[in-house]
C-alpha cells in the first residue's frame, strides 16, 4: 500500500505532538479484510476525527485547510460542509497548508453532533470550541477558555446524547499549535478535561493535570468519560455519577500512545494506538477495549498505512459486517476497513 509523506508546516507541527517516544506493542490478533479510501480534495490532508450524522450520512471531517468536509455516498466524493472562521476564504485558505494563516482559516481537529438538535460541535486548534448549526455554513465560537485560562490546543471532543453536555480537552494549558516541540520537550502536564453545557453556556473543568490530553469519549448511559493522555501511555476514567463521581482513575495502560478513542453501540471504545521505535511509528493500530479497561481485540493498519501516524477509529456497523473507519493527520484520505464475522 502507498505510504504518504508528511505534509509540510501546520500538519507537521500538530503531527509531532502525537509522534515522540513510541514503543512495540504485541502483535495483532485481527486484520480487515478489505481495504478503501475515501480520498480528499487536491493538496488536502489531514482528516484527524470523524463524525455521522443521525441519518448516518457522512463522514464528516476537518481538514487541513480550515475546512469541514462532508463525505457524499452518491457522488463519491468531498464537498464543503463548514467553515470555524469567518476570514476564511477559497481565495486565501483553499488547498494552502500554512501555518500563519491559522487565524485566518482555522484548523478544526476533532468533531460531533448532537443528534437532537442536529448541531455540529468542533474543537478547533485555533477558534476553540465552536458550533455548526444544522446544514452547516460558518461556525458559532462557544469557548476559548476555562476558569480564566486561555486554552492552548484544544484537542479532542465527543458529545454525551443523553444530556446534550460536551466533553472536549485542551491537550496543554501553556503551549499552543505553534509551540508543540516546546511541549514535548517538557514533557507537558498542563492539558484539561473540560465539559461544557449548553443550557448554561458555562464551561467547567474536571480534571487538570493531564499528560497531553488528546482524546475523549462519555460511555453510553453518561455515567463516565473517559480521556486518553498521549505523553502518559494510557486512558483515565473520570467518573460523572454514581458513588464515585467526580473522582478518576486510570483505566489501562498502553505500550504504545494512545490518540483519538470513540464510544461504539456497543458500549465498548476504539482507541487508536500507535507504537514502534524512537521518533518513528511502526505499528499504526486500534484497540478496542471495555469499560473495565480490557482489550477485547487489536487491528494493525501497518499493511496499509506503511508507518503513517493514524489519528482515530470509528466503528459502524455489526459483528456480521463490522466497518471501521480510520482517521490521520497525515493521509490525504479516510480510510474505511471492512471486517467480516
Not at 67 to 89: H, M, N, Q
Request: hydrophobic residues 40%; glycine residues 10%; aromatic residues 10%.
Amino acid at each position: 500500500m502507498e505510504i504518504f509523506m508528511k505534509p509540510p508546516n501546520t500538519v507537521a507541527m500538530i503531527s509531532i505532538f502525537r509522534l515522540i517516544f513510541f514503543f512495540s506493542i504485541p502483535q495483532a490478533v485481527l486484520t480487515s479484510s478489505s481495504f478503501t479510501k475515501l480520498q480528499l480534495p487536491s493538496n488536502v490532508f489531514g482528516p484527524d476525527s470523524l463524525a455521522f450524522d443521525q441519518e448516518g450520512g457522512g463522514p464528516y471531517t476537518g481538514v487541513s485547510d480550515g475546512r469541514i468536509l462532508k463525505y457524499e455516498r452518491s457522488s463519491s466524493d468531498f464537498t464543503e460542509y463548514a467553515y470555524t472562521t469567518p476570514t476564511w476564504s477559497k481565495e486565501v485558505c483553499e488547498g494552502i497548508i500554512e501555518p500563519n494563516l491559522g487565524p485566518t482559516c482555522g484548523r478544526p481537529l476533532v468533531l460531533g453532533f448532537n443528534y437532537q438538535s442536529g448541531e455540529l460541535y468542533i474543537v478547533d486548534a485555533v477558534s476553540g470550541l465552536v458550533v455548526v448549526g444544522p446544514g452547516g455554513g460558518l461556525a458559532t465560537p462557544l469557548a476559548t477558555s476555562a476558569e480564566g485560562v486561555p486554552f492552548g490546543l484544544p484537542d479532542a471532543l465527543d458529545v454525551d446524547q443523553l444530556t446534550g453536555k460536551v466533553y472536549f480537552t485542551d491537550a496543554s494549558s501553556v503551549y499552543g499549535i505553534r509551540e508543540i516541540i516546546q511541549a514535548v520537550g517538557s514533557n507537558d502536564a498542563t492539558g484539561r478535561l473540560l465539559e461544557y453545557d449548553p443550557c448554561t453556556n458555562q464551561v467547567n473543568v474536571l480534571m487538570k493535570g493531564l499528560s497531553g490530553a488528546v482524546g475523549a469519549a462519555v460511555s453510553r448511559d453518561g455515567s463516565f468519560v473517559l480521556v486518553t493522555e498521549l505523553f502518559a501511555n494510557r486512558t483515565q476514567k473520570f467518573w460523572l455519577k454514581g458513588p464515585n463521581a467526580n473522582t478518576s482513575e486510570v483505566l489501562i495502560t498502553f505500550q504504545g500512545r494512545p490518540d483519538n478513542i470513540k464510544t461504539t453501540a456497543n458500549g465498548t471504545f476504539w482507541v487508536a494506538v500507535n507504537t514502534g521505535k524512537f521518533l518513528l511509528p511502526t505499528s499504526p493500530t486500534g484497540q478496542e477495549i471495555d469499560a473495565d479497561g480490557n482489550v477485547l481485540r487489536t487491528v494493525n493498519f501497518e499493511a496499509e498505512y506503511g508507518t503513517t501516524l493514524i489519528s482515530e477509529v470509528q466503528e459502524r456497523g455489526d459483528d456480521a459486517c463490522l466497518n471501521l473507519y480510520v482517521g490521520s493527520l497525515l493521509a490525504s484520505f479516510v480510510g474505511v476497513y471492512t471486517l467480516n464475522g
